[in-house]
């Protein structure tokens, strides 16, 4: 079946700096992909819809300068956190639906803490 | 605004009991209801719904969709220490490839 792999699965950095996770597809060409975060005892709230080679829409509330998505390729996007904060700190999980695949894949998750 | 709604938001049983979680929605041009299990990590994919009174079945758990009064059912029955998670409903609407989740509901099967 479709696999999502998604890097780091867990990552501590300072306020201030900037974090990259990534996420491929496998073993299928992702066309599109999305971007959620999830809060301790909450659901996943979508940031961001990516396709490849676009720029990436952001949801309502989502500052595009603070988290800037990447998919360059159709097995690749990465999410950068920049100038991270305590506050977001958070479960942040990356989804992938290809052309062939009806079925929305996701990744394992990384979990941010910004210290 | 589109929500989906589900019920209890947190479930406390014993192993064999019978558990029926539920999922209402209120989305436009509705296609598709999807359910997921979450346990430590990522989702993964139970089912998927998309016409009326058809039940689908996986093992001991089961889903039905009601399009008329816009909800679902996932059926978990003889319950085990493992279905413990937390259960996501979410729809996906015409037009869109967004997934809008629910809040989920928290089970706990304790032995």
């Known amino acids: 079946g479709a696999v999502v792999s998604q890097h780091p699965s867990r990552v501590i950095c300072k306020s201030g700096t900037s974090v990259k996770i990534e996420c491929r597809s496998l073993?299928?060409?992702?066309?599109?992909m999305f971007w959620y975060r999830q809060f301790p005892k909450q659901s996943l709230m979508l940031m961001a819809t990516?396709?490849?080679?676009?720029?990436?829409?952001?949801e309502q509330g989502v500052e595009k300068d603070k988290f800037l998505i990447n998919h360059a390729s159709l097995t690749l996007s990465t999410l950068t956190v920049t100038s991270a904060h305590p506050e977001d700190s958070s479960f942040y999980i990356c989804?992938?639906?290809?052309?062939?695949?009806?079925?929305?894949?996701f990744g394992s998750g990384t979990r941010l803490t910004v210290v | 605004e589109d929500k989906v709604v589900q019920s209890p938001l947190s479930l406390v049983v014993h192993e064999g009991d019978t558990v029926t979680l539920n999922c209402s929605y209120e989305?436009?041009?509705?296609?598709?209801l999807l359910w997921y299990k979450q346990e430590k990590k990522a989702p993964t994919f139970l089912f998927m719904l998309?016409?009326?009174?058809i039940e689908k079945k996986s093992g001991r758990l089961s889903s039905i969709l009601d399009k008329k009064e816009l909800f679902s059912i996932l059926n978990i029955t003889a319950t085990q220490t493992g279905d413990s998670a937390i259960y996501l409903c979410?729809?996906?609407?015409?037009?869109?490839?967004?997934?809008?989740f629910g809040k989920g509901t928290k089970l706990t099967v304790n032995p």
């Open positions: 989305v436009t041009n509705f296609r598709s």
């Open positions: 990516s396709n490849e080679g676009s720029k990436a829409t952001y």
């Open positions: 979410a729809t996906t609407q015409g037009g869109s490839e967004k997934l809008v």
């Open positions: 073993d299928f060409q992702a066309t599109t």
């Open positions: 989804s992938a639906r290809g052309q062939l695949n009806y079925g929305y894949t």
């Open positions: 998309t016409s009326s009174g």
